[in-house]
């Protein structure tokens, strides 16, 4: 008869751990090699139902403990709560992860269970801080598993920049238009003779807190002075996109499922934007001109009246089957180093690249506003990248009134470096030393670390101090 085997190395580990036996006492004992009793931890070799008879009786073990049928199935279920969690939805495909983590690491699935009921703990207490901020005149939203924002943040970071169905029927419409070297009149003579609307550029104190204004019983569109030309015709190749293409845009958004109105809302503002610039940035052209420019973003800018941004923007969506080009990625930062946008042709490769290094040029950028800062940087993982930083510059700033400054980082992988104008600015072996962000780096010796890695201890010595106060062991 066949010979049941048991795979449960874990379990052998635990209770060997919970009596206090090193392997060589424990395989001494059951009278096999330490090396084997290694593998049975490690569970590249069965338990069998001998050593398992060998464990009840010299360790007084009960064979049921090696099962632990009862233990995981809560604990499985406790799993199960933490990911429908809908900030976990969506995490794993079915649940025989879940039985792994059960199985191979109960004490991490424990403080996994813990840290989610400490936040939904916390949670609970902001939402008891909004009812009593409501209570006393001061409405507060009520807090959600996931802002909105974040929801279609994480949606639009994690898929490539390309929508085909917009980009063609933006670039059919731009061939419609036949602008010339005029798109922003192009622009105003479609809504003028289509839908009757007119826009007017309105001064600062007529409008104070809005950018673009649609009135639609004086079918006016209402463009603010602060703006620059370049966002000024981006506002109203938007209002275009919404009039001409909005059942299209309205598609996109439905094929998100997202649940909150808000966050519909908040995407359709997005692939509105995503359309604009298809519209003044058609793809063929816009294609055809970065492959003889060798992707200089300034004469792209110069070439289709868009600012260094609105160009950025577009080169992370050039991915058309057949005429693809180069896979750009993009974020975008304030001085304060919050991250506004980040965007790829292929998603942004956060796994990869991180975004969060201090010793990026989108933060040197800011001391050098307007200039275009080149360099090449290299994880400690090796991936290599070219990484292009120049600032952008808000809406005008009144008199008394802090302009609002932000940095792009445009980047892609460093292979791409004889295709770019800016691979010829590039020294030859001096790749900037980057890693994903303070918490999540390991490289020894780094003169801007912030933060210690949660991934090493400490390396605490009275006797000897490091470059920084966050060496560690």
Not at 38 to 59: A, C, F, G, M, Y
Not at 148 to 171: G, H, K
Not at 397 to 420: F, H, I, M, N, T
Request: net charge neutral.
């Amino acid at each position: 008869m066949a010979e049941n085997k048991i795979f449960a190395g874990p379990r052998v580990r635990r209770l060997r751990n919970g009596i206090g036996l090193t392997q060589a006492a424990m395989a001494k004992s059951l009278g096999i090699s330490p090396s084997y009793l290694n593998l049975i931890e490690r569970n590249q070799r069965p338990l069998t139902v001998q050593l398992i008879l060998k464990l009840s009786e010299v360790h007084r073990i009960d064979p049921a403990g090696l099962h632990g049928s009862s233990e995981k199935a809560v604990s499985l279920a406790e799993l199960k709560a933490v990911f429908a969690d809908p900030l976990l939805a969506g995490e794993l495909p079915g649940d025989q992860e879940l039985v792994e983590i059960a199985e191979a690491a109960p004490n991490a699935a424990a403080g996994l269970v813990k840290l989610h009921g400490a936040y939904r703990e916390l949670e609970a207490r902001l939402s008891d801080l909004s009812g009593l901020l409501a209570h006393e005149g001061k409405a507060a939203p009520q807090p959600a598993a996931r802002l909105p924002m974040d929801e279609v943040q994480e949606v639009l970071e994690s898929r490539p920049n390309f929508y085909p169905a917009l980009d063609s029927a933006a670039e059919a419409f731009h061939a419609a238009l036949a602008p010339g070297d005029d798109p922003a009149g192009a622009l105003r003579r479609w809504l003028r003779e289509e839908h009757d609307v007119s826009v007017r550029v309105l001064p600062a104190e007529t409008m104070p807190n809005w950018r673009r204004r649609f009135d639609r019983h004086s079918r006016r569109l209402f463009v603010s002075e602060r703006l620059s030309a370049p966002d000024r015709l981006r506002e109203i190749a938007g209002e275009c996109v919404s009039l001409r293409l909005g059942e299209l845009v309205e598609e996109e958004v439905r094929s998100f499922s997202f649940q909150s109105p808000e966050a519909r809302r908040l995407a359709r503002v997005e692939l509105t934007r995503y359309a604009a610039h298809a519209l003044i940035m058609p793809y063929g052209a816009f294609h055809a001109a970065a492959e003889r420019t060798a992707y200089d973003v300034e004469v792209l800018c110069a070439r289709f009246q868009v600012s260094f941004e609105q160009a950025a923007s577009r080169l992370t969506s050039l991915q058309r089957a057949g005429a693809p080009g180069v896979p750009f990625f993009l974020m975008e930062m304030d001085h304060a180093g919050h991250r506004l946008r980040r965007a790829g042709a292929r998603g942004f490769p956060a796994q990869r690249f991180g975004g969060g290094c201090v010793k990026l040029p989108v933060h040197d950028a800011f001391a050098q506003a307007g200039r275009v800062l080149v360099e090449a940087g290299e994880t400690p993982a090796g991936d290599a990248f070219l990484l292009v930083a120049r600032t952008v510059e808000g809406p005008r700033a009144g008199a008394g009134e802090r302009p609002r400054r932000s940095a792009v980082l445009l980047g892609c992988d460093l292979a791409y470096k004889d295709r770019l104008v800016y691979g010829r600015l590039l020294r030859e072996g001096a790749a900037l030393k980057i890693g994903p962000a303070c918490r999540l780096c390991e490289r020894v010796g780094c003169l801007a670390r912030a933060e210690p890695p949660l991934t090493r201890p400490l390396g605490l010595d009275e006797w000897t101090s490091g470059l920084t106060p966050f060496d560690f062991q």
